[in-house]
C-alpha cells in the first residue's frame, strides 16, 4: 500500500488585478499523491493548472497571491496565506518546479555546468564546484543520459536534449515531489517519449517520489500517468485513475475533453467531433452553481443554484449534479454538447432557426448546431 | 495606456518650461535689447532685474525667456525635419530590403560618417544670413542618419511578421502595406525618436550659438553663454549671466530625456515595474493566465483574455472561492 | 480525379557549399482536386518551407511547380498576384497574422480591391463569414483583440475564401488552440471541401489531426518526404521507419505508447 505523499487541502489562489479586482485562478483545489505516483493535471488555457503548479510549489509571486490551503507532506504540516513565511528549504527541497519553457531559459553564454553550481549553491553556499558537478554527472549517468552535455553550450544541444538536463537540474536537490508544467509542448513527439520514459525511470530509481505532470494534452497524460486531475475554470472537477477516466469519465466536461481527442486511431476515421459551446467563464465573476453548467447540455435547475458536492473519494470523484443523479448511465456526449441549441442561455429557436440560414446548414442531420461565440 | 510617475514628472517639467517661454516674455515685459542698467549689474527685486542684466545692460531674464522660446522653437523644426528625413529612408530601407536597402544605408552611413558639427559649421559660415529657420533646417538635415539607422532596424523586424505576409496575399501593394501595416508598429518608436531628436537638436543650437555661429538678429540661450563667455561673465564672477541659461539649458534636455524614457515603458509593456503592494497594475489581457490559445513560447505577454476582458460584473461574488465544501465528501458513491 | 497541384522534384536550399541547407530536397507530389493532404512531419522537417513554396512567398531553388495546367515555378510579381486569388493560406498565429490596428472589415476590405462593385463586395463578406459561422454584425467591427484565438483562426480563412481560392494552405492552423477550439477549425476545413470545392493542403505536426481530416497524407523527414498516400494507409500500414517511429511515438487513448496502431 503506497504511502501518501502530499496532501493540499483547500488552496485558493487569486491573481490581483487593477482596481482592486481579484481573479479568482485556484479555487478551493484539493490534491492527493501517493509515493510512486505521477498524478496528471489535465484543462485547457485558463483553468487554473499552471497556477496550481504554482502554487503547490511555493513559488507564487505578485500579482498571484495565494489566500488559504494547508500543505502536509512527509509528516510536516504548513499552512499558506498572504503573509505566512514558506521555510526556506521547503522550495527546491521538498517541493520542485520546473516550469513551462524551461528549455528557452537557459543562458546563451553560459555552459550548462554553470547552471548546476548556481542551483547547488543556492541552497547550500559552502558547496565546492566540482562536489555539485559530480554529482549531477552520477545522476545523468544513472538516467541514461551523457554526462558531456553537462559542458556543452545550451545551443550545442537539441531541444529534447535541453529538456531532459534541465529536468535532472531541477531535481538534483532530491525533492520529494516535482512538478512538471508542460514539460513537453514545444518538443517532437519521439523527444516528448524520450522525457516521459526518463521521469518514470527517475521515479523507479527514488529519484523523486512523486511528479505532477502539468499538460493540456489528455493523450500524452493517459499514457504517463497514474490518476488524472480534470481542472476547469480554476476547480478541479474530477479526479480518477487515467484508464477510468479515458473510458468512463464522471463529468460532461471531462467527456467533452476526450471527445476532442485526435489520435491516430481506427475511430478517428471516421468520427465526427464537435466543440462545446461558448467559452470559459470568467474568473473574475465566474457563473453560481456549477462552473460549467452554462455550456452544458445535460444542465438542470440544481446546476445554476448550487455548486455541486463532490461524489467517491478523494482519490477518485466528480463535481457534476448530474452524474451524481444518474450513477449508472453513461455520459452521452450528444447530450452534453447539447444539441438542443443553447446559445448564451438564450433558447430560442427563432435565434436558432436564423443562425443556420446565415451559416448555412453545415451538419448532417442528427447534428445541428455550430459554435456560437 | 498605463503612465508611470516617472511619466508625469517629467510631463510636468516639460509644462514648467513651455509655461516660462510663453508666459515669462508677458510678465518679464522689458524688450531684451534694451539696456536697462549697468554691465552686469546683479540680480535684485522681482522685476526684470531679477537675475540682473549682461555685458549690454540687457535684462537677463527677458533674454532668457525669449532665448529658450527660439531654442525650443528650433529644436522642434530641426527635429520634425531630421525625424521625416530619418523615418522615410529608414522606412523605405527597413522594408524594401535588397538593393534598395544598400544603398540608403550606404547613403546613410557616408552621412553619419561625417562629423555632423564640422558640416554644420561650414553651412553656418556659408551662409551669408542666419536666421532661426535656416539654422533649423541645416541642423535637422545633418541630424537624421541615427534615426534612419534605428528606424530601419525596427523596420526588418516588423517586416518579417505574419501579418506581412497575410497583407501580401490579400493582395496589397508595397506603399499600403508600408503606411498601414509597418508603420503603425513603429509609431511608439518614432514618437521617442522624435522627442530625441528636439533635445539634441535644441543642444546643437546651443554649441553652434556658443561658438558665434547662432542666428544673427534674436536672442537664444546659447547666444546667451556666447556672450558671457565672450565677455568676460566668468572672469568678472558675474555667475547671473551663464548659470541661469546652463541650468535652463540642462533642464529642458534632461526633461525632454526623461519623458522619452518614461514614454518606452508605456509603449513596451514588458519594462514595467508596476507597483509593489496589491492591487497591482496588470495591463489589458496580460498576466492572467486567461490566454485562451497556447503561445509556444509561453512568455505570458500575449493578449488573449477575451473573458476577462468582457467581463462587466463587479466583483460582488465573493464566495466564488470561499471555503464551500471541501473534496473530502462524506458520501461513499459507487466506483 | 484530376490534380490541381503538381509538385515534381521540388527542392529548396538555403545557404551556400559548406553551410547549405537543404530544408526542402525533391520532393514530389499531387494534389487531387476536391481533397484534403496533410503534410506531417516534426520541427525541421521542412514542411513549413514546402508550404511557403507552394504558396509562392518563397523562391525555389529547382523543381517544378504546375498549378491547374499552369507552370507557376517563377512566378514576376503580376503573375503572382494572380496566382494569389486561386491559393491563399492560413497562418499559424492568430494573433500575429492580424494587423491589431484593424478592424475585421478594415482585414476582408482589403482583399476586395479586385471587386469593384459594393454591393458585391459585402455579399462576399457575408458569405465568407457565414462559411465560418459568424454573422456579420457580430465580428465587422471588432479588433483582432477583441476576438479569441479560435475565432480569430476563423477570421483569417474567411479571409481567404473572400477571393474563393481553389486551394487553401493551412500551416499549422491549430496548433495555438485548445483541443475544444480547433474542433471548429477543422470542421471549417472539411466543409470548405465538401461544400465550396476547395482543395485543401494541411500542414501539421499532430499525426492525429491529419488522420481526422486528411484524405490523403505526406510525412516528411529533414526535407525528405519518405511516405505518402491514402491516410488509411499510411497511419494502419506504415512502410517507412520514420513514419512507423512516428506513430509508435505519438500517445493514443487506448493502446500505450510504442506501439504502432492497427485498423
Not at chain 3, 458569405?127 to 465560418?132: F, I, K, M, Y
Not at chain 3, 467591427?141 to 479560435?150: A, I, Q
Not at chain 3, 481530416?213 to 506504415?238: C, I, R, S, W, Y
Request: glycine content about 8%; aromatic content about 6%; overall charge neutral.
Amino acid at each position: 500500500m503506497a504511502e501518501r505523499l502530499l496532501e493540499a487541502i483547500g488552496l485558493n489562489a487569486a491573481y490581483a488585478g487593477y482596481d482592486g479586482r481579484e481573479v479568482q485562478a485556484v479555487d478551493n483545489c484539493s490534491v492527493y499523491i501517493d509515493e510512486g505516483e505521477i498524478l496528471g493535471v489535465a484543462g485547457e488555457s485558463g483553468c487554473g493548472k499552471s497556477t496550481l503548479g504554482a502554487v503547490l510549489s511555493l513559488t507564487t509571486r505578485p500579482p498571484l497571491y495565494v489566500k488559504s490551503g494547508t500543505l502536509r507532506i512527509d509528516g510536516k504540516e504548513q499552512e499558506l496565506g498572504h503573509g505566512v513565511k514558506i521555510p526556506r528549504e521547503w522550495r527546491g527541497e521538498v517541493v520542485s518546479l520546473l516550469p513551462q519553457g524551461a528549455l528557452n531559459s537557459l543562458s546563451y553564454t553560459a555552459k550548462i555546468s554553470s547552471l548546476v553550481v548556481d542551483v547547488m549553491r543556492a541552497h547550500d553556499p559552502s558547496i565546492k564546484k566540482d562536489e555539485a558537478l559530480d554529482r549531477a554527472r552520477d545522476r545523468m549517468k544513472a538516467v541514461g543520459l551523457p554526462p558531456r552535455a553537462l559542458d556543452s553550450y545550451p545551443h550545442q544541444l537539441s531541444g529534447g536534449m535541453k529538456q531532459r538536463v534541465i529536468t535532472i537540474i531541477s531535481t538534483l536537490l532530491n525533492p520529494r515531489l516535482l512538478i512538471a508544467d508542460e514539460p513537453t509542448s514545444a518538443l517532437d513527439v519521439s523527444s516528448q517519449r524520450a522525457l516521459v520514459e526518463m521521469l518514470r525511470e527517475m521515479l523507479n530509481q527514488r529519484i523523486m517520489a512523486g511528479v505532477i505532470f502539468i499538460t493540456h494534452d489528455l493523450p500524452l497524460l493517459k499514457s504517463i500517468s497514474d490518476r488524472i486531475a480534470v481542472m476547469y475554470a480554476g476547480q478541479i472537477v474530477e479526479v480518477g485513475a487515467a484508464e477510468t477516466i479515458a473510458e468512463r469519465p464522471w463529468h460532461p466536461y471531462s467527456a467533452a475533453l476526450l471527445n476532442a481527442v485526435l489520435a491516430p486511431e481506427p475511430e478517428t476515421l471516421t468520427k465526427k467531433v464537435f466543440a462545446i459551446q461558448g467559452s470559459p467563464p470568467s474568473l473574475v465573476a465566474p457563473p453560481p452553481g456549477c462552473r460549467f453548467h452554462p455550456r452544458c447540455g445535460l444542465e438542470m435547475d440544481i446546476c445554476s443554484e448550487k455548486e455541486p458536492s463532490p461524489r467517491g473519494d478523494h482519490m477518485r470523484y466528480s463535481k457534476c449534479w448530474w452524474t451524481q443523479q444518474n450513477p449508472t448511465t453513461p455520459i452521452n456526449l450528444d447530450d452534453v454538447l447539447g444539441f438542443k441549441a443553447k446559445i448564451d442561455d438564450v433558447r430560442d429557436e427563432s435565434l436558432v432557426a436564423a443562425i443556420d440560414h446565415v451559416a448555412g446548414p453545415v451538419v448532417t442531420a442528427e447534428a445541428p448546431t455550430k459554435e456560437v461565440s | 495606456m498605463r503612465f508611470s510617475s516617472r511619466f508625469y514628472f517629467a510631463l510636468s517639467l516639460v509644462l514648467l518650461v513651455l509655461v516660462f517661454v510663453i508666459v515669462g516674455p508677458l510678465i518679464w515685459s522689458v524688450d531684451p535689447n534694451a539696456s536697462i542698467g549697468g554691465l552686469f549689474d546683479p540680480p535684485q527685486g522681482v522685476g526684470s532685474l531679477i537675475l540682473g542684466t549682461d555685458n549690454e545692460g540687457q535684462s537677463v531674464i527677458a533674454n532668457l525667456a525669449n532665448g529658450a522660446r527660439t531654442s525650443l522653437l528650433v529644436g522642434l523644426i530641426a527635429g520634425i525635419v531630421a525625424t521625416t528625413i530619418g523615418l522615410t529612408i529608414g522606412l523605405i530601407a527597413g522594408y524594401a530590403g535588397g538593393l534598395t536597402e544598400e544603398i540608403l544605408m550606404g547613403m546613410t552611413n557616408i552621412a553619419l560618417a561625417i562629423p555632423s558639427i564640422v558640416v554644420v559649421i561650414l553651412l553656418s559660415v556659408a551662409l551669408p544670413q542666419r536666421n532661426m529657420v535656416t539654422l533649423a533646417l541645416i541642423i535637422g538635415i545633418t541630424a537624421w542618419p541615427w534615426t534612419a539607422r534605428a528606424v530601419r532596424a525596427q523596420a526588418t523586424s516588423v517586416r518579417t511578421r505574419e501579418h506581412i505576409e497575410v497583407a501580401k496575399m490579400s493582395g496589397a501593394g508595397f506603399w499600403s502595406i508600408l503606411g498601414w501595416d509597418v508603420l503603425p508598429y513603429l509609431l511608439s518608436y518614432v514618437v521617442m525618436a522624435f522627442v530625441l531628436q528636439v533635445s539634441g537638436a535644441i543642444l546643437t543650437e546651443s554649441s553652434l550659438s556658443m561658438l558665434g555661429l547662432g542666428p544673427s538678429n534674436i536672442v537664444s540661450i546659447g547666444m546667451m553663454l556666447n556672450w558671457a563667455l565672450a565677455w568676460g561673465a566668468v572672469r568678472v564672477g558675474a555667475w547671473w549671466a551663464f548659470i541661469p541659461p546652463t541650468v535652463l539649458l540642462s533642464l529642458i534636455a534632461f526633461s525632454l530625456l526623461l519623458l522619452q524614457s518614461s514614454l518606452d515603458e508605456v509603449f513596451n509593456p514588458r519594462l514595467r515595474r508596476g507597483k509593489k503592494i496589491k492591487p497591482v497594475a496588470i495591463p489589458a489581457g496580460q498576466a492572467t493566465r486567461q490566454e485562451d490559445y497556447i503561445s509556444p513560447h509561453s512568455d505570458g505577454a500575449a493578449v488573449g483574455a477575451s473573458t476577462l476582458l468582457s467581463a462587466e460584473a463587479a466583483l460582488g461574488n465573493d464566495n466564488a472561492g470561499a471555503f464551500a465544501d471541501t473534496p473530502v465528501p462524506q458520501e461513499r458513491g459507487e466506483h | 480525379m484530376d490534380a490541381l497541384l503538381e509538385a515534381k522534384d521540388l527542392t529548396k536550399v538555403f545557404g551556400h557549399r559548406n553551410n547549405e541547407v537543404r530544408a526542402v530536397d525533391n520532393v514530389t507530389f499531387t494534389l487531387p482536386k476536391k481533397t484534403i493532404t496533410a503534410v506531417v512531419g516534426e520541427s525541421g522537417s521542412g514542411k513549413s518551407t514546402l508550404a511557403r513554396l507552394v504558396l509562392g512567398l518563397l523562391p525555389i531553388t529547382s523543381g517544378s511547380i504546375t498549378f491547374d495546367g499552369k507552370d507557376v515555378t517563377r512566378l514576376g510579381a503580376h503573375d503572382r498576384a494572380v496566382y494569389w486569388r486561386d491559393v491563399q493560406a492560413v497562418f499559424q498565429d492568430p494573433f500575429a497574422a492580424f494587423n491589431q490596428f484593424f478592424t475585421v472589415e478594415r482585414l476582408l476590405n482589403r482583399s476586395l480591391k479586385l471587386v469593384p462593385d459594393k454591393a458585391e463586395g459585402s455579399a462576399r463578406r457575408e458569405e465568407a463569414l457565414g462559411h465560418v459561422g459568424f454573422k456579420v454584425e457580430d465580428v465587422i467591427k471588432k479588433h483582432p483583440h477583441e476576438l479569441s484565438g479560435g475565432q480569430r483562426q476563423r477570421i483569417m480563412i474567411a479571409r481567404a475564401l473572400m477571393m474563393r481560392p481553389k486551394l487553401l494552405v493551412a500551416d499549422e492552423a491549430t496548433s495555438m488552440l485548445d483541443a475544444s477550439l480547433r474542433v471548429n477549425v477543422l470542421n471549417v476545413l472539411t466543409d470548405l471541401r465538401d461544400k465550396l470545392d476547395t482543395t485543401v493542403m494541411i500542414i501539421t505536426h499532430d499525426i492525429g489531426q491529419a488522420c481526422y481530416l486528411a484524405d490523403q497524407m505526406l510525412v516528411m523527414e529533414h526535407g525528405v518526404m519518405v511516405e505518402q498516400g491514402p491516410t488509411k494507409e499510411v497511419v494502419f500500414n506504415p512502410q517507412h521507419r520514420y513514419t512507423k517511429q512516428l506513430l509508435a511515438d505519438v500517445p493514443k487513448l487506448h493502446g500505450d505508447l510504442g506501439e504502432v496502431p492497427v485498423a
